[in-house]
């Protein structure tokens, strides 16, 4: 009779230990972690990483304290959209998810979740240059090493003028606003605030500015239905505004544009995001009991 009653009970009993199996591990795989070395020639620059959007349904979705910025992740130039993202963080003082200084030549972020980083960098000088780090998004999953692009500048360069210019697309005159507000950042600090219309050719010049600040344009209003994406070149920003008239495709990899990065394996990294082996143990599992079952009743058929 005992033996009969454990018989009985078994199909139960294994669906529970499959049921708590797969639980665990989805919970591990939830908690699954990777790094980023960077690397760089500067040593004790640093820089500070922040993890800016997810990958949800095989699209990137901005995350955290960038969730609502009116920044469109999809068909983006990379470069671009790094120094978009890079002002709104200086200009709302968003925490980075992680600070670490070049040693060695290099410097490592330990246990990320995976996600869509946006990687800044501290100016850096010598006797004759100052060195400039280009600002970067890389996708982390596993352990991802990036070497980081700099820009030189000659120390003896003191002042700098700096051009604004909005340009729009995808629009109509019917639904553009009338103006936009940009704001000029020193240092992560706002240092002057300017309204750009259709009377000044949507554009604007600060002269005289120290050459040894960091300054970042970012906009701030952004009409509805737009996106803002802000592009630099030397000392010209542009701004552009582009109308959403429909669902963006997914976007290619945030690679190549200002840092060679590859994953722990030297391969490019891939942009999945799905983890497949937990609905493999549980299929498994599922046919391991449809068996269990045909012979449970198969025996209990011939006990009769």
Do not use: H
Request: net charge negative; hydrophobic share 40%; charged share 20%.
């Amino acid at each position: 009779m005992t033996s009969k009653r454990s018989l009985k009970r078994l199909p139960g009993l294994l669906f529970a230990l499959a049921f708590c199996v797969s639980l665990l591990m989805t919970s591990v795989s939830a908690v699954n972690t990777g790094s980023l070395t960077l690397s760089y020639g500067q040593d004790g620059a640093e820089f500070n990483i922040y993890r800016v959007a997810v990958l949800s349904n095989g699209a990137y979705e901005l995350t955290g304290a960038f969730a609502e910025y009116p920044v469109d992740l999809s068909a983006a130039d990379w470069t671009d959209t790094a120094v978009t993202l890079e002002a709104y963080a200086q200009l709302d003082s968003i925490a980075p998810d992680g600070t670490g200084s070049i040693s060695g030549g290099n410097v490592t972020f330990a246990g990320l979740e995976e996600g869509l980083y946006l990687v800044v960098g501290e100016d850096t000088t010598s006797d004759e240059y100052r060195f400039i780090p280009a600002s970067f998004l890389v996708y982390v999953e596993g352990d991802v090493t990036s070497v980081v692009k700099y820009e030189e500048i000659p120390i003896e360069i003191t002042t700098v003028s700096l051009e604004v210019e909005k340009v729009w697309s995808g629009d109509t005159k019917a639904v553009r606003p009338s103006s936009v507000t940009v704001q000029l950042l020193q240092d992560g600090e706002i240092y002057d605030t300017q309204k750009l219309s259709g009377s000044d050719g949507w554009s604007y010049t600060w002269d005289g500015l120290d050459a040894s600040a960091d300054w970042q344009i970012a906009e701030i209003g952004v009409a509805e239905n737009y996106t803002v994406s802000i592009s630099r070149s030397s000392n010209s920003f542009t701004v552009t505004n582009t109308y959403q008239t429909e669902t963006s495709t997914t976007p290619s990899d945030p690679t190549d544009d200002t840092a060679d990065t590859t994953s722990s394996t030297g391969t490019k990294l891939p942009q999945t995001g799905q983890l497949w082996w937990p609905v493999i143990l549980m299929g498994a599992a599922g046919l391991l009991l449809v068996v269990l079952g045909f012979l449970w009743t198969k025996k209990n058929k011939n006990e009769k």
